[in-house]
């Protein structure tokens, strides 16, 4: 009995879909909810699972296809045993390497784009996949490994050989298709930069008194609530009593109507292997700190798995990016539409600053506010800012509420 593998539900913002990576190929035993192909959205990668045990009769769509909302895309065998197929005609060894030899050749697309991100030699990478196929696994686990691949000892001539066909003055191009992802990501900015009018405000503030806070509190913090205690949980607090002491700012333009929002979701900026994502933390302002850094972990673990969904990858009032985790001294950030502003958190650097007359070195960063002058006046602007700044500054007034 034939079982049709269908691409599940899309949402409604999802037009169509693009089939990723085949784990399964035909003729090989599948287990019941076992991910046999992932299928790659604008915003989420879908894991179809097999709905019974059996074995992949037959691929509908390959790698790189693009589908739509329950369409065929392969069958199951329900109930078979793998090898069934073949074993009235028994391939020979020569043939196996061939097959092989051609598998390694096709790469899926996912399987492309992890090879030319990290200059991965295929040539060198051990398939463990059926004949011989290299699997979306079998590349990061070479990355794992710091790029060193398991290969086969070769004779010392074989390897002579290799080094003298290598020239190091050859220059080559490799050219791979971009992900869904990237493709909506470009347009977001592009939609942001031609649609709003949009300015960037700066400032910076003393660390020092969240660093001494966190010295002092981080082992019983960790220990009370099972999480380290992090900068994020203290910044999307400050930008939470900002957003109520500044409503324009938690605003939104929809046609020529402003959306005020009595609520407090905001997006996170989370840098994954597939792209940057912006997954939203919902209902900050009745989060604690441990809540908010629980949330972050769970977003950012999700993210770096793909296993985020469109629920929460959606809405957000105002977003924060922290490009200091990479280095960053000072960004502009793009506004994520239809948001009305987004704030740039920095790398914290020690500088020489002026205190009392006198020079201190102090852990010192910058912030950077872009925000759509359409809606936010820049007294506002600037004041939102100034308050991240006070907050972060003076913690306790965070939990006065000053």
Same mark, same amino acid.
């Given at each position: 009995?034939? /079982? ?8 409604? =913002?999802? $037009?169509? %879909?693009? /089939?990723?990576?085949? *784990? ?14 992932? #299928? ?57 390497? %061939? ?14 784009? &992890?090879? %030319?991100? *990290? ?30 691949? !398991? ?29 869904? &992802? ?21 400032? +910076?503030?003393?660390?020092?008194? #969240? ?6 509190? @981080? ?24 957003? !109520? ?15 005020? *929002?009595?609520?407090?979701?905001? =997006? #996170? ?20 700190? $441990? ?22 990858? =959606? ?19 793009? /506004?994520?539409?239809? @948001? ?8 914290? @650097?020690?500088?020489?600053? $002026?205190?009392?007359? !006198? ?13 759509? *002058? ?5 007294? +506002? ?17 965070? &939990?006065?509420?000053?």
């Amino acid at each position: 009995m034939s /079982i049709e593998i269908k691409v599940p539900d899309l949402p409604e =913002s999802v $037009a169509d %879909a693009t /089939i990723a990576t085949w *784990h399964k190929q035909p003729g090989d035993r599948v287990e019941r909810d076992e991910v046999i192909v992932d #299928i790659e959205t604008d915003k989420v990668v879908l894991e179809v699972p097999a709905p019974e045990a059996g074995v992949l009769e037959s691929i509908v769509e390959d790698a790189g296809a693009t589908v739509l909302g329950q369409q065929v895309i392969g069958k199951l065998k329900k109930g078979a045993v793998a090898g069934e197929e073949t074993k009235e005609k028994p391939a020979s060894s020569e043939d196996a390497k %061939a097959d092989a030899k051609a598998e390694n050749d096709d790469l899926s697309p996912a399987v492309r784009r &992890l090879v %030319a991100e *990290h200059n991965i030699d295929v040539s060198k990478v051990s398939g463990s996949g059926k004949g011989g196929r290299i699997t979306k696994e079998d590349v990061e686990a070479v990355i794992k490994d710091g790029g060193k691949a !398991k290969t086969a000892d070769k004779p010392a001539a074989a390897k002579t050989q290799d080094l003298e066909l290598v020239r190091p003055d050859e220059r080559d191009e490799k050219r791979v298709p971009m992900t869904r &992802l990237r493709k909506r990501v470009a347009e977001r900015l592009l939609e942001a930069k031609n649609t709003t009018a949009m300015l960037t405000t700066f400032n +910076e503030v003393n660390m020092k008194p #969240i660093m001494e806070l966190r010295k002092q509190y @981080q082992d019983i913090f960790e220990k009370r609530h099972g999480i380290r205690l992090g900068f994020m949980s203290f910044y999307v607090k400050a930008v939470v009593e900002s957003l !109520k002491r500044f409503p324009e700012v938690n605003a939104s333009i929809d046609g020529e109507d402003i959306v005020y *929002h009595n609520f407090f979701d905001v =997006s #996170i900026a989370v840098s994954t292997p597939r792209g940057l994502v912006t997954p939203v933390l919902r209902d900050c302002d009745r989060l604690s700190l $441990a809540d908010i850094e629980k949330g972050i972990k769970e977003l950012a673990i999700k993210g770096r798995d793909g296993k985020l969904t469109v629920d929460e990858l =959606s809405g957000g009032n105002f977003t924060i990016t922290n490009g200091g985790v990479f280095g960053s001294l000072m960004s502009t950030p793009i /506004i994520n539409p239809p @948001q009305s502003a987004i704030l740039g958190m920095h790398k914290i @650097q020690d500088r020489p600053m $002026a205190v009392d007359g !006198k020079v201190e070195i102090l852990p010192m960063m910058y912030l950077a506010l872009s925000y759509d *002058h359409r809606l936010i006046d820049g007294r +506002e602007s600037v004041s939102f800012l100034v308050s991240i700044k006070e907050l972060l500054e003076d913690p306790t007034r965070l &939990l006065l509420d000053v």
